[in-house]
């Protein structure tokens, strides 16, 4: 509870840091263009942070100059029952349209693939088809499920060929996390006699996030991708979590939410009270999960592309303030890069850890204590 309170404490912290940043960043930018009209487009902070963390249909890795070097991706869309696929890059970075389809700018479907229609008065309208591409985050996903696929292969096959003998490489470095997350997360809070049942998926959503966190750190490809800060990848890792808990539950678990032993009758009768507030938290535990992930791996994401914006904000101000705050602003990005490795194994600790104390609550027996009341 400690760790827990500490952690959501950092995570207000960042929050509040990352849009004070961003907010300014914004502000500086917006006064100088309208102050200062150049033939140069104004840096950004805004747009530019915003595209490093959300979703893509390439992968940029770098722009020279005017040109931008990208990795295109597979675009899959069912428009009207028709398979439509072709490859992102017919979209020349969004600047133009392919088949009737493009990227929109604006708008409720900003970001995202629509196709281009006219209706009855001659006015162009957009529609969204099925898109099922496969986007920057989706090649993220496929990259980190087969780094982690092939960690766990090999280990696994060092073990039947090298049998008790003490462990060499990549086995010797895994090998004490694995027993970490057995002892100390699966057993202390399940139970000696149940974890077995429960640690495979511990096991996976553990180093699925501290992997993909680790990912995240790296500047260019394949890290990078925001996965673990997406909000969409976090509900599902919650949504997981949330349907084990309630197939694992028994008696006892729903007793205690449905007529908890103990509490008084005015709070059950005639307004069921205690019952409404035990439903509720088995609804706000997963969104919990769900909310401190993205939360505190995407502000780490912001903060840190804020100080590296700092430093081109300040160059169009005047190019010696530029170069005087680089130094700062490298020094305070190494600094949070460093914080970031610490959040991304306790993101990937607290996760795991309040699924496995989920776990335990659910088969937890009370036998003892119905008896005592």
Request: glycine residues 8%; proline residues 4%.
């Amino acid at each position: 509870m400690y760790l827990s309170s500490k952690i959501k404490n950092l995570s207000t912290k960042i929050w509040a840091l990352a849009i004070i940043i961003v907010l300014f960043f914004t502000n500086v930018s917006n006064s100088n263009a309208s102050e200062e009209k150049h033939e140069k487009e104004k840096f950004n902070a805004g747009e530019m942070i915003i595209e490093h963390i959300a979703d893509a249909y390439e992968w940029h890795i770098m722009t020279i100059g005017e040109t931008h070097v990208s990795i295109p991706l597979l675009v899959i869309l069912i428009d009207e029952g028709k398979l439509v696929t072709f490859c992102s890059s017919k979209f020349h970075h969004g600047l133009e349209s392919y088949e009737g389809f493009k990227i929109s700018h604006e708008g409720k479907y900003k970001g995202k693939i629509v196709k281009l229609s006219t209706n009855e008065k001659g006015e162009e309208i957009e529609s969204r088809p099925i898109d099922l591409s496969i986007t920057k985050l989706v090649l993220s996903l496929f990259i980190g499920v087969f780094l982690i696929g092939w960690l766990f292969i090999s280990i696994s096959r060092s073990y039947r060929k090298r049998g008790m003998a003490a462990p060499k490489g990549m086995q010797s470095l895994l090998e004490p996390i694995i027993i970490f997350v057995r002892d100390d997360i699966a057993k202390s809070s399940i139970g000696e006699k149940k974890y077995q049942k429960y640690l495979p998926y511990l096991l996976t959503i553990f180093f699925f996030i501290f992997l993909n966190n680790l990912l995240g750190l790296v500047p260019f490809f394949p890290g990078g991708a925001n996965l673990t800060g997406n909000i969409a990848v976090t509900l599902t890792l919650a949504v997981f979590t949330f349907v084990i808990t309630t197939l694992s539950g028994n008696r006892a678990y729903w007793t205690h939410i449905v007529n908890a032993p103990g509490v008084p009758w005015w709070l059950k009768i005639p307004v069921p009270l205690m019952p409404i507030v035990e439903l509720v938290g088995v609804f706000t535990k997963p969104f919990v999960l769900m909310v401190r992930l993205f939360a505190n791996i995407t502000a780490g994401h912001i903060i840190a592309l804020g100080f590296i914006s700092l430093i081109f904000i300040f160059g169009e101000m005047q190019p010696a303030l530029g170069y005087g705050v680089s130094v700062v602003s490298v020094i305070f990005y190494v600094f949070m890069g460093l914080l970031e490795l610490l959040v991304a194994f306790i993101q990937a600790y607290v996760f795991t850890l309040l699924s496995a104390l989920y776990f335990g609550m659910a088969i937890e027996e009370h036998h003892h204590a119905e008896e005592h009341h």
